[in-house]
């Protein structure tokens, strides 16, 4: 990686640069052969992107001043405007992890994150993870996602690379997703 790289939280101004990235990777762009190194599911609007960046839950990458990386994060109330997300959260009481009561008040929705493809396998994703991480903890101890199972490279990222645990699954709309939880007191090594 190279020694310009900045981590960010997201700025009005960097809607432009969000949008763009999110246009080259969302799956519905990507032709099956493209897919199998990564995608994102959810495209975020203008107005979506504003509430993120209101609330501190978007965290950015830049190099020389361009955004490659992002994460999104936020409240369960935020991402209810989705139905998959309101139908993960119907299984919390289903779900265990560690010590901790799984609720929409103790925990977030981590991702979409999604890095550019000349970034990836470069070890971006740690130090991005760890500034997320670091500002998402004071609101939230806990942080949970679901993985579309077909994402191969994420799962392993996240599981190999950051130490989320995988601890359910679900379906929905014809797609099997992981259900993965992370302990935001835990930094990663």
Wanted: glycine fraction near 4%; include cysteine; charge should be negative.
């Amino acid at each position: 990686m190279t020694e310009s790289i900045q981590f960010e939280t997201g700025k009005m101004s960097d809607i432009d640069g969000v949008l763009a990235l999110q246009e080259l990777y969302l799956v519905a762009n990507l032709s099956e052969e493209e897919k199998a190194f990564g995608f994102v599911t959810t495209p975020f609007t203008i107005q979506q992107l504003t509430e993120v960046i209101n609330e501190k839950d978007l965290f950015i990458a830049k190099d020389n001043n361009k955004i490659i990386a992002y994460i999104f994060a936020g409240s369960w109330d935020f991402f209810k405007q989705w139905p998959i997300f309101n139908h993960m959260s119907s299984l919390f009481s289903d779900l265990t992890f560690l010590d901790f009561e799984i609720t929409t008040t103790n925990s977030f929705q981590y991702c979409p994150i999604c890095i550019h493809k000349e970034y990836r396998g470069k070890g971006l994703i740690t130090p991005l993870f760890e500034f997320m991480r670091t500002h998402m903890v004071q609101k939230y101890p806990l942080s949970l996602t679901f993985i579309n199972k077909t994402n191969i490279p994420s799962a392993k990222a996240h599981t190999e690379k950051l130490k989320w645990t995988i601890i359910g699954e679900f379906q929905f709309n014809n797609n099997e997703y992981f259900i993965l939880a992370y302990d935001m007191n835990q930094a990663v090594s």
